[in-house]
Nanobody
Framework: QVQLVESGGGLVQAGGSLRLSCAAS????????MGWFRQAPGKERGFVAA????????YYADSVKGRFTISRDNTKNTVYLQMNSLKPEDTAVYFC?????????????????WGQGTQVTVSS
């Protein structure tokens, strides 16, 4: 069983920054791609960013390109999401997830383990 624990969420003013962290249990962390998704009130969960197991490839939703950066430290079993130039529309619960070996990086059906989520609120 894999456990994912997010941290780093909070309240920030528009234009500010936050860094989310997701710590994973287990000894096979580097074998799996990881992703971040978010869900705003009344909306479906949507893709934010993903990173390959080695960290050599990254993927972003158009809405966050140039503002968010995903990275990972396989020695610490941790994936990060650096969020800059935050906007009120970035307000959501952010989830990290482990991707299975198949499927698209961009769809949540490809991910088999999920964290509990961390709230990010951006005030205008």
């Amino acid at each position: 069983q894999v456990q994912l624990v997010e941290s780093g969420g909070g309240l920030v003013q528009a234009g500010g920054s936050l860094r989310l962290s997701c710590a994973a249990s287990g000894r096979t962390f580097s074998l799996y791609a990881m992703g971040w998704f978010r869900q705003a009130p009344g909306k479906e969960r949507g893709f934010v960013a993903a990173i390959s197991g080695t960290g050599g490839s990254t993927y972003y939703a158009d809405s966050v390109k140039g503002r968010f950066t995903i990275s990972r430290d396989n020695t610490k079993n941790t994936v990060y999401l650096q969020m800059n130039s935050l906007k009120p529309e970035d307000t959501a619960v952010y989830f990290c997830a482990r991707k299975g070996y198949t499927g698209s990086y961009y769809t949540d059906r490809s991910y088999d383990y999920w964290g509990q989520g961390t709230q990010v609120t951006v005030s205008s």
